[in-house]
């Protein structure tokens, strides 16, 4: 192998090697892998200067933002993405127009720049990182949240504007250089792709993937998801739009196609290690000798930035309906500058609207603000309100299975994974974030959504479901649940935990199919485990837990009929005493004949 090609794979050892360690070290340290690769490109770009040519590997690695959005958009269906319009070009159009606004007075004012300058600049700082967004968002399974679909909705829109902001510059150039261009016809090509885009996915991908499919060539898919997303992103970057838009794009126009989930599985493996990728490429691409030249200017831009762009996007948030605790979180998640800053900056200084030396200044202020996310993101978390329940948004997507589930505590939880282990799908709803969101982590089929509420059950499938297992804590809950399916769903049959003994009797009153208490089934088996610690046989300790089941099913029987305090012959004011534990009969019998066997033999002349 030449040695130009093993300085390039010594090169990518080296970074293979850095994400294997950075990754686990900062999620034990609770910074995320975000952090964690940052800070690796850092060491072994500009302080250690042992991997070199951080700017092309960035460029070259922004196919993992390329791949992310085109995952995003293979969850989002195009009815889906109609019903965001209003966060994307409410919300979104509101943080960019009026952040870029605000950013341009402290420019000015500074006399940083002309005024030309200033708009390109406010405009590109007010752009946030996709790719830190959505990675975080990912790690901490918040995207399902109202602040993740929020944050996402306001991202979306900064992709779309990427397109007026690059066509600007050639307007703003001095002595009009460059401005050959004809907005007019860029706009058009640009419409003009989209509809290519549209026919394409509509009419053209389906067939040719269901072709592959019946091949059998498990490659030929694969190269045909990467042919898909790289030729999407191509068509839209030739257009005029990021390659992230048209991979988007492309992904959404599949998203109701039966070839998703494989296309997504493909996908999945290029997406994590580019996206890792470009997280220690934006560290290797740190300019340390711009840093340190023009250290106070960016000790007061940064933070600056950060501040004014978290307090507008918290106003904003709250302006269009988010709590306290979904607004901070949008704000702490998104007060950076974003990778297009990159491109934007790049090409202004190219046009000359100012020099390189401000852009490769604009770039390190930049790459500090994404830097410092993790730490704003940790920062928001602490300025939250524990008085408010968070909201997640309510969407049944690919909701329906043969189980029902309502409720995921930990009785829920272990139920569900012995039905996924029986190879049984399980549709699982609940009303708590943390749950939806822990629950995300490790893949089950988790919805956010009352129980307690008929759309919400229609929603999650309850009318295609076999069963419904109600597996929420807390009897009146549980009763409202059981309530209102048996009044509106008659036909289901229903799985039920108990909460106590008494809850036991309401429920089988009610007629459902099945119930348990709770702490029944644990119990026995604690007290067994004990009798074999105690040393007892164990075939005897599972006859006498099996007579302490039975026992207590015929009290259950007596007391469904005479009420909880049956067997009480005075005033019904007490609970029943229970019956003494005794040895059942066959047991005894054995304990007997074990303990005459073991009796010394008498002698003749005893």
């Avoid at 039966?258 to 290029?270: M, W």
């Avoid at 904003?316 to 949008?330: P, V």
Wanted: aromatic letters at 8%.
């Amino acid at each position: 192998m030449p040695e130009h090609d093993m300085h390039y794979f010594r090169e990518a050892l080296i970074l293979l090697a850095g994400a294997v360690i950075a990754a686990p070290l900062a999620k034990r340290l609770g910074l995320g892998t975000v952090l964690g690769y940052l800070f690796v490109g850092i060491l072994l770009g500009p302080m250690l200067r042992i991997v070199l040519g951080g700017g092309e590997i960035l460029n070259f690695a922004e196919l993992g933002v390329v791949l992310l959005l085109f995952i995003i958009g293979l969850e989002l269906k195009p009815s889906r993405l109609l019903s965001m319009s209003r966060e994307i070009f409410g919300l979104g159009l509101a943080q960019v127009v009026v952040t870029g606004l605000v950013l341009i007075g402290p420019i000015l004012v500074l006399k940083l720049t002309s005024f030309n300058a200033a708009i390109i600049i406010a405009f590109g700082l007010a752009l946030s990182s996709t790719a830190f967004a959505l990675q975080i968002l990912e790690e901490r399974g918040e995207r399902n949240t109202a602040a993740g679909q929020r944050a996402f909705s306001i991202l979306l829109f900064q992709d779309l504007a990427i397109v007026p902001l690059l066509a600007i510059i050639p307007l703003l150039t001095p002595f009009s250089a460059g401005g050959n261009t004809n907005p007019l016809l860029d706009f058009g090509i640009a419409i003009a792709a989209i509809v290519a885009l549209f026919i394409a996915g509509r009419y053209i991908l389906n067939p040719v993937f269901q072709l592959i499919a019946t091949s059998g060539a498990r490659e030929a898919m694969i190269a045909a998801a990467l042919l898909v997303v790289l030729g999407s992103a191509n068509l839209m970057q030739f257009a005029g739009l990021s390659m992230a838009m048209g991979a988007f794009l492309a992904g959404v126009l599949l998203a109701e196609s039966s070839y998703r989930h494989e296309l997504e599985a493909d996908i999945e493996p290029f997406r994590g290690i580019l996206l890792a990728l470009f997280f220690m490429a934006v560290g290797l691409s740190l300019n340390l000798d711009v840093v340190v030249k023009n250290w106070l200017m960016i000790v007061i831009a940064v933070p600056v930035i950060m501040i004014l762009k978290s307090l507008l996007i918290y106003a904003l948030c709250r302006l269009f309906g988010s709590n306290h605790n979904a607004a901070i979180r949008i704000a702490g998640l998104l007060p950076q500058s974003g990778e297009f800053g990159f491109v934007i900056f790049t090409a202004a200084a190219t046009a000359g609207i100012f020099s390189s030396d401000t852009a490769s200044l604009l770039i390190a202020i930049v790459t500090v603000t994404m830097a410092l996310t993790p730490f704003t993101t940790m920062l928001a978390e602490r300025l939250q309100t524990a008085s408010e329940h968070e909201e997640l948004e309510e969407n049944f997507e690919n909701a329906g299975s043969d189980v029902l589930m309502i409720g995921f505590s930990r009785f829920g939880q272990i139920v569900s994974q012995t039905l996924l282990a029986g190879g049984t799908d399980v549709t699982i709803i609940d009303h708590s974030a943390d749950q939806i969101r822990n629950a995300s982590k490790f893949g089950f089929n988790i919805y956010f959504g009352d129980g307690a509420r008929k759309d919400v059950l229609l929603a999650a499938g309850i009318q295609r479901a076999k069963v419904v297992a109600v597996c929420t804590y807390g009897r009146a809950t549980t009763d409202r649940i059981v309530n209102l399916i048996q009044a509106e769903f008659p036909e289901t049959r229903l799985l039920v935990r108990a909460y106590d003994r008494a809850h036991t009797l309401s429920l089988r009153d009610r007629g459902v199919d099945y119930e348990i208490r709770e702490t029944l089934e644990s119990s026995l088996v604690f007290s067994r485990k004990t009798l074999e610690m105690l040393g007892m046989d164990e075939e005897i300790a599972d006859e006498i837990v099996s007579d302490t089941r039975r026992r207590d099913e015929d009290r259950l029987k007596v007391q469904a009929i005479e009420g909880i305090y049956a067997g009480n012959d005075m005033l019904h004011t007490r609970p029943v005493t229970p019956e003494p534990l005794i040895k059942p009969k066959r047991a005894a019998e054995r304990i007997d004949l074990k303990e005459s066997e073991d009796e010394p033999a008498e002698t003749e002349h005893q």
